[in-house]
């Protein structure tokens, strides 16, 4: 199931990195051993299946560029909790995109 979203911030604290970016919620792939299911049911109180959702982040290029204006450096990396390559991402592009 996908669902179009708009996050307030596209960018998340990180304990690996200073922020991370995830252009999507979710993942299509399911993977039975992917530790980011756990993370989604834990902290985004979701009740679809994982692997049977995404949700679409769709205005994430033009936040982080909003975001990154008032910032002189950051260390950002890019979806440490989801696929940013995962099928839908052939039709949204919003990895691909910028401003």
Same mark, same amino acid.
């Given at each position: 199931m996908k669902k179009i979203v708009y996050a307030k911030s596209p960018l998340s604290k990180s304990r690996i990195a200073e922020y991370n970016i995830n252009p999507y919620l979710g993942c299509t792939h399911g993977g039975r051993y992917c530790?980011?299911?756990?993370i989604?049911?834990?902290f985004h109180n979701?009740?679809?299946?994982?692997?049977?959702?995404?949700d679409v982040r769709m205005n994430? %290029?033009?936040n982080i560029l909003r975001e990154l204006k008032n @910032?002189? &450096?950051a260390d950002i990396y890019m979806s440490l909790m989801t696929d940013c390559y995962? %099928?839908?991402e052939e039709k949204y592009q919003i990895t691909r @995109?910028? &401003?």
């Open positions: 530790y980011a299911s756990m989604i049911e834990r979701k009740d679809e299946v994982w692997g049977e959702f995404v994430t %290029p033009e @910032k002189k &450096s995962q %099928p839908i @995109k910028h &401003s």
